[in-house]
């Protein structure tokens, strides 16, 4: 069975520059999870879907960042226009049961680095 | 308050020792607590939940939870060098909160 898949695993931007990231889950599994981690933190949930519908986007910061998860199945992340402080690593993450209450399971990540 | 608190590391053990790692929490509602492990440059992955009160014991792990203290432990017994890692302490709070981490080394 294939894990979550994640694009790109590394991107190098310039500050102000769009950049993209996305997600495949594991088939199957409604909730998708995006999280932001940073160097020696634990991951910090940006925003939490259930098939289609974003049920907390409260960490998300609007201004610059979106999400979409069309058909309840990939997600997609964007971040316009990145800042230096932006530089992380993306996690998708999926999850058979829904409200956090199950084992998720991660993507590799997507590195980013804005300069 | 961080809604979720580890022990600070890093954490270093000889092998074959016991490695204790510390959690506590703020949320009184938390239902389900989880421990995953992060290697470095990896995606952490799942290695024990637990939902009561009590002891939960899987192979070398066990893990510990004290809803009235709010409180979970890990425990790993017979440190290997493999052991080597970050273990994030996640706790569900309608959102899973996952705690800084702990660095664990086991030395040979």
């Known amino acids: 069975e294939a894990g979550v898949v994640q694009s790109p695993r590394y991107k190098i931007i310039e500050k102000k520059q769009p950049v993209a990231f996305w997600c495949n889950p594991i088939s199957g599994h409604n909730t998708l999870y995006w999280y932001l981690q940073n160097l020696g933190q634990g991951p910090e949930l940006l925003i939490r879907y259930e098939n289609e519908e974003a049920v907390d986007d409260s960490q998300l910061p609007k201004d610059r960042f979106s999400a979409e998860r069309l058909k309840g199945v990939d997600s997609t992340l964007k971040i316009q226009p990145a800042e230096l402080g932006d530089s992380a690593v993306y996690l998708c993450?999926?999850?058979?049961?829904?409200?956090?209450?199950?084992?998720?399971?991660f993507g590799e990540g997507s590195r980013l680095t804005v300069l | 308050q961080k809604e979720v608190e580890q022990n600070s590391g890093p954490l270093s053990v000889p092998e074959g020792a016991i490695a204790s790692l510390n959690c506590t929490y703020s949320?009184?509602?938390?239902?389900?607590f989880f421990w995953y492990r992060q290697y470095s440059g990896k995606s952490p992955e799942l290695i024990m939940s637990i939902y009561s009160n009590g002891d939960k014991e899987d192979g070398r792990f066990t893990a510990q939870l004290n809803k009235a203290s709010q409180y979970v432990s890990l425990l790993i017994r017979d440190s290997q060098p493999s052991d080597s890692a970050t273990y994030l302490c996640a706790v569900n709070d309608y959102k899973l909160s996952f705690g800084a981490g702990t660095t664990v080394t086991v030395r040979a």
């Open positions: 993450a999926s999850s058979l049961q829904s409200g956090g209450a199950g084992e998720l399971f």
């Open positions: 949320d009184r509602v938390s239902q389900s």
